[in-house]
């Protein structure tokens, strides 16, 4: 395991970044590696993104003490889960949890040992992560996708036809300042989260899966008026600073997981960003 640190990024200087420093500082690749753990840690809010995807083998979560300093992962932070492959059970101090595809746990601060494993060993769990600090604890909870929030947005007429699944929020599993869930395009819409927003009180983590091998997605990132792309492909995470846009346009239908962390769990706590002053 490698954990990739990853610094808090000026707005000033980003609108200098070329292509390639414009992904090494925020694009996340190959985080979904059988047996394996892909970690990365963002100075923006004391983020960690992880994938793991255990497939004879159950896989424990270390305590990556190079960036916690804790004996344990969960000693001071909590952890949310959204499984985007086969079936697979997370343990979590003795207590095993089954995670579908696109089912949701999340462990609050305190667990001490959490080991992820694949139901069938020729199809592979792939479990992704959100972590971030905790101050206090809150009971671990499943959710299967029924028992998330559902909403409708978008329209054909404007190509971002949505729904949004809200797991970790103010009115869903709590916690202490995790926000997670995912988005999944309608046939036909190409659009995430346009309008665009910024957060200042949050940053974001957006994880896109679903997409074709043959296909991608644009993501736009940046300040409102000096925005600038990332070419997306399936599996791959974008980490969005709490000043920047996060936005995407795909060439087919597709999905993503979003995690927050900041000031608040309020959902609807956006900064929008009018069409007309986009540049």
Same mark, same amino acid.
């Given at each position: 395991?490698?954990?990739?640190?990853?610094?808090?990024a000026?707005?000033?200087?980003?609108?200098?970044?070329?292509?390639?420093t414009?992904?090494?500082?925020?694009?996340?690749?190959?985080?979904?590696?059988?047996?394996?753990?892909?970690?990365?840690?963002?100075?923006?809010?004391?983020?960690?993104?992880?994938?793991?995807?255990?497939?004879?083998?159950?896989?424990?979560?270390?305590?990556?003490?190079?960036v916690?300093?804790? $004996? @344990?992962? +969960?000693?001071? !932070? #909590?952890?949310?889960? &959204?499984?985007? *492959? %086969?079936?697979?059970?997370?343990?979590?101090?003795?207590? $095993? @949890?089954? +995670?579908?595809? !696109? #089912?949701?746990?999340? &462990?609050?601060? *305190? %667990?001490?040992?959490?080991?992820?494993?694949?139901?069938?060993?020729?199809?592979?769990?792939?479990?992704y992560?959100?972590?971030?600090p905790?101050?206090?604890?809150?009971?671990?909870?499943?959710?299967?996708?029924e028992?998330?929030?559902r909403?409708?947005?978008?329209?054909?007429?404007?190509?971002?036809?949505?729904?949004?699944?809200?797991?970790?929020?103010?009115?869903?599993?709590?916690?202490?300042?995790?926000?997670?869930?995912?988005?999944?395009?309608?046939?036909?819409?190409?659009?995430?989260?346009?309008?665009?927003?910024?957060h200042?009180?949050?940053m974001?983590?957006?994880?896109?899966?679903?997409?074709?091998?043959?296909?991608?997605?644009?993501?736009?990132?940046?300040?409102p008026?000096?925005?600038?792309?990332?070419?997306?492909?399936?599996?791959?995470?974008?980490?969005?600073?709490?000043?920047?846009?996060?936005?995407?346009?795909?060439?087919?239908?597709?999905?993503?997981?979003w995690?927050?962390?900041?000031?608040?769990?309020?959902?609807?706590d956006m900064?929008?960003a009018?069409?007309?002053d986009?540049l």
């Open positions: 395991m490698k954990v990739d640190i990853r610094f808090a000026h707005p000033s200087d980003v609108k200098n970044y070329d292509t390639a414009l992904r090494d500082r925020f694009l996340i690749s190959d985080l979904m590696i059988a047996n394996q753990i892909q970690v990365v840690y963002s100075m923006h809010d004391r983020m960690i993104t992880a994938g793991i995807v255990p497939e004879k083998e159950s896989i424990a979560l270390p305590a990556m003490e190079e916690t300093k804790a $004996s @344990y992962f +969960l000693e001071l !932070r #909590e952890l949310g889960i &959204i499984n985007v *492959g %086969a079936a697979g059970t997370v343990k979590v101090d003795g207590e $095993s @949890y089954t +995670l579908a595809n !696109r #089912e949701c746990l999340y &462990i609050g601060r *305190g %667990a001490k040992d959490v080991t992820f494993a694949s139901d069938h060993a020729d199809q592979s769990a792939e479990f992560l959100n972590s971030s905790a101050h206090q604890t809150y009971p671990t909870k499943k959710a299967a996708l028992h998330a929030n909403v409708d947005l978008g329209s054909s007429e404007n190509c971002n036809e949505r729904t949004i699944f809200q797991y970790i929020h103010e009115d869903g599993i709590q916690s202490c300042q995790l926000v997670m869930g995912f988005t999944e395009l309608h046939q036909g819409s190409i659009w995430n989260t346009f309008p665009p927003h910024t200042w009180r949050r974001e983590v957006y994880f896109y899966f679903d997409i074709p091998d043959d296909q991608l997605v644009m993501h736009f990132m940046g300040e008026t000096e925005t600038r792309h990332l070419a997306m492909r399936n599996k791959e995470a974008v980490i969005s600073p709490e000043w920047s846009i996060h936005s995407g346009a795909g060439t087919s239908a597709y999905a993503f997981i995690g927050m962390a900041g000031e608040n769990k309020a959902f609807t900064d929008g009018p069409i007309a986009i």
